[in-house]
């Protein structure tokens, strides 16, 4: 979450938490529609968080609104939308904002009878209808960024997550695997503090991967070659479906020894999850069975 750099007014700031108990959908622990009451004119500012490994999808019903951030990071210039569904990453945020109109307004988590419901006493929901998908790589205007696609980069990673039969922590299986190998077998990407690193991340499996990189920003370049045409898209949860590929670049300016994995966590437990190392760094800490010490 971020706070604007100029505080505009908004009446209501709230923050809806999506989360899956024991197969329950719940929004604030909320497994129901939570309704209030709000003046048309007021201003919202919505911040959807997705706390579960899986994709969530909220729809955003009676109103036009815009989508102020992703992941923390505002868009620049974002305008207005409206039936477009919102697509969230596992541990992915989006921030939308709208003035409340007169009629009543539904934010509803795709799929469930969750959510949050404005100014809609009595007022029975609409069937949701099929609604595009809102896409960040589209959406907003340009605007410079430190670094972009065209600059010379120190470090270029491939990052390609597939599956194969295999081993892991002894027990055989479909494993996942990196660059082809099965978790221990999988790179280190060691870079120098200063490094503006260039990676390729591409799914060729038939899921989807909300991949996370602790402790950095990574600026989206493209997605299966297509270049991010609208404002910069910075994320540190980049939703890969099955087949995509994207590129994607960062400065290394967070010295570490960084965890980079999948943020369904159950992935990432079945071996999805590497590092990125700082040259100079190290860890008295093994890694592994013998030492206990399974990052998931
Ligand atoms: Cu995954």
């Known amino acids: 979450m971020i706070e604007p750099a100029q505080p505009t007014r908004i009446d209501l700031d709230l923050a809806l938490a999506a989360h899956t108990f024991d197969g329950v959908a719940t929004l604030n622990g909320n497994d129901g529609f939570q309704s209030r009451k709000i003046s048309s004119g007021a201003s919202v500012r919505l911040r959807l968080l997705n706390t579960d490994g899986t994709p969530r999808r909220f729809t955003v019903q ?12 505002d868009l ?24 409340v109109p007169l009629a009543p307004v539904w934010i509803t988590l795709a799929e469930t009878e969750v959510g949050l419901a404005l100014n809609a006493d009595g007022v029975t929901r609409p069937i949701t209808e099929a609604s ?39 027990r055989p299986g ?19 503090e200063g490094d503006l690193v260039h990676m ?5 499996t038939d899921a989807v991967h909300p991949m996370h990189l602790h402790g950095h920003h990574l ?19 980049l939703n890969i479906e099955a087949g995509e590929r994207y590129e994607v670049a960062f400065r290394a300016d967070n010295p570490g020894i960084w965890m980079d994995h999948c943020h369904n966590l159950r992935h990432a437990a079945d071996g999805l999850t590497m590092h990125v190392m700082y040259e100079g760094v190290t860890t008295p800490f093994k890694i592994g069975d013998t030492t206990h010490n399974e990052p998931e």
Not at 80 to 90: F, K, T, V, Y
């Open 62 to 73: 009676g109103t036009q609104f815009l989508v102020l951030a992703v992941d923390g990071t």
């Open 76 to 99: 620049n210039e974002p305008t207005l939308i409206e039936n477009e569904m919102l697509e969230i990453a596992g541990g992915g945020r989006v921030d939308i904002a709208f003035t």
């Open 132 to 170: 595009a998908e809102f896409d960040p790589s589209s959406y907003g205007e340009p605007a410079e960024t430190p670094f972009n696609a065209s600059n010379r980069f120190d470090r270029r990673f491939e990052l390609t997550i597939g599956r194969r039969p295999g081993f892991l922590d002894g």
């Open 174 to 192: 479909l494993q996942w695997t990196i660059n082809g190998g099965i978790f221990p077998h999988v790179p280190v990407f060691v870079v120098r």
């Open 200 to 204: 390729t991340i591409t799914n060729d």
């Open 219 to 237: 600026l989206v370049l493209s997605r299966d070659g297509a270049p991010v045409s609208g404002s910069p898209w910075w994320t540190d949860t």
